[in-house]
């Protein structure tokens, strides 16, 4: 008999079912064979709720610490004895574990010591321990690093050089850098990975995407109706600079002090959105600190630009140079910028796509009922089909990938190539 097996995994429990198959090309469901689960603990200690994996998961990564530690070691060993700072023989480098590494240090920033005690005192010996009374934190290990090799250098040019400590510094303060999630792919553009939301063009597409729907209620006759234009642009313009406004704000900005308990707005029902937000990065970013007034004045791709290098760019020093070089900002400036916080994620959208629906967002207008075009609206009118149409109906032979219909909603798979 042919049959096809059929599994519905969960986290604490197997479904199962088995279905015979008829002799067609290809074969296509023809009786219910048999059915069932299995139902198993989930995993979890029934007291804390925590995973019982987490009893194998931490010895685990401890042992790839301390694998990863002790390779780190042993390079930094090795290339101690390759420039000349430890000696080559085993039994001559055991010679020097009596000087304890700390006073050698505390030494060798005010006087000379000879090449070996400077890479003993970088080299710290079995048994040998800091009674610290804090955490020692990484910035300060490389001031150290850096203040010794500066003192001992002026002692030993020739064999403290530049390529010898870029070297032993890499390795001594390297860490492993974070990863960062798989972006999504646009719902419009699906070859496309989705923008980031700090960029000012995805705050603005937001922005009007709000707006657009916004609906009022005259609380005096029950009134429902959409903002007009000007209500519109002049909300737009008001939240432009802002992080966010709360709505009696906004309905104080149309109607005044005195009118603004006259309306409401629908989304404020039931009172589980309290306020809308504005362009976050515009806010953060023409502060007086950082661009000021002259934010305004740069084209909306320029903008865009630097927000990409604000989120990107890690070197710090290399990303205030590149401000002072193309903006002509002082260094207080390019200072606040390259720490400024800027929105994390990404918009459902991509660059492409957001260039093409924005115009609509912003400056269409639906003439027939007097009212900014909505997100559905300005996505048709941009010539895209409204990814709701493009939803699968009617029926298949067999199941796909659920990857390949919810692809909006999944991420592709990553590729493990770390085998740490």
């Known amino acids: 008999m042919k049959y096809r097996l059929g599994l519905d995994i969960g986290t604490h429990s197997i479904g199962w079912a088995i279905v015979a198959l008829d002799d067609a090309d290809p074969p296509r469901p023809a009786s219910l064979v048999r059915i069932g689960s299995r139902i198993f603990p989930d995993g979890r200690d029934p007291q804390s709720g925590e995973s019982l994996a987490v009893n194998r998961r931490e010895p685990r990564s401890q042992r790839r610490r301390r694998d990863r530690f002790l390779r780190r070691q042993r390079a930094f060993l090795d290339h101690l004895i390759r420039y000349g700072l430890l000696p080559q023989e085993e039994k001559a480098r055991k010679a020097l574990q009596p000087h304890d590494p700390y006073t050698l240090r505390n030494r060798g920033l005010d006087s000379a010591l000879s090449l070996h005690e400077f890479g003993r005192a970088r080299l710290r010996g079995s048994g040998v321990k800091a009674a610290y009374d804090f955490y020692v934190t990484r910035e300060m290990v490389a001031d150290e690093f850096d203040a010794l090799w500066e003192k001992q250098r002026t002692y030993h ?85 802002r992080a966010k406004a709360n709505y009696q704000a906004l309905r104080q900005r149309l109607f005044g002090k005195e009118n603004r308990d006259a309306f409401v707005f629908t989304v404020e029902q039931g009172g589980l959105r309290k306020e809308l937000y504005g362009d976050t990065s515009t806010h953060r970013l023409a502060n007086r600190k950082g661009f000021g007034k002259a934010w305004f004045d740069l084209p909306p791709a320029a903008q865009d630009a630097i927000v990409e290098q604000l989120l990107e760019n890690e070197d710090e020093a290399a990303l205030t140079h590149w401000l002072k070089q193309h903006y002509g900002l002082d260094q207080a400036a390019a200072d606040y910028l390259a720490s400024v916080t800027l929105d994390e994620g990404h918009l459902r959208f991509g660059r492409t796509a957001i260039g093409r629906v924005s115009p609509h967002l912003s400056e269409g207008w639906n003439e027939e009922a007097d009212q900014p075009l909505t997100y559905d609206q300005a996505v048709k009118a941009a010539g895209y089909e409204d990814h709701r149409a493009a939803q699968e109906k009617g029926q298949r032979e067999r199941l796909p990938y659920y990857g390949e219909i919810l692809w909006r909603h999944t991420q592709e798979m990553p590729n493990a190539t770390d085998p740490d």
């Open 157 to 241: 040019p020739e064999q403290l050089h530049d390529q010898a400590r870029a070297t032993l510094r890499d390795i001594l303060l390297r860490q492993r850098p974070l990863k960062s999630p798989p972006v999504g792919k646009c719902w419009l553009e699906p070859s496309e990975a989705r923008a980031p939301l700090a960029l000012p063009s995805s705050q603005r597409f937001r922005l009007y995407q709000e707006l657009n729907h916004l609906r009022l209620i005259d609380l005096s006759t029950g009134e429902e109706r959409p903002l007009r234009r000007d209500e519109r642009d002049d909300l737009a313009a008001y939240l432009s600079a």
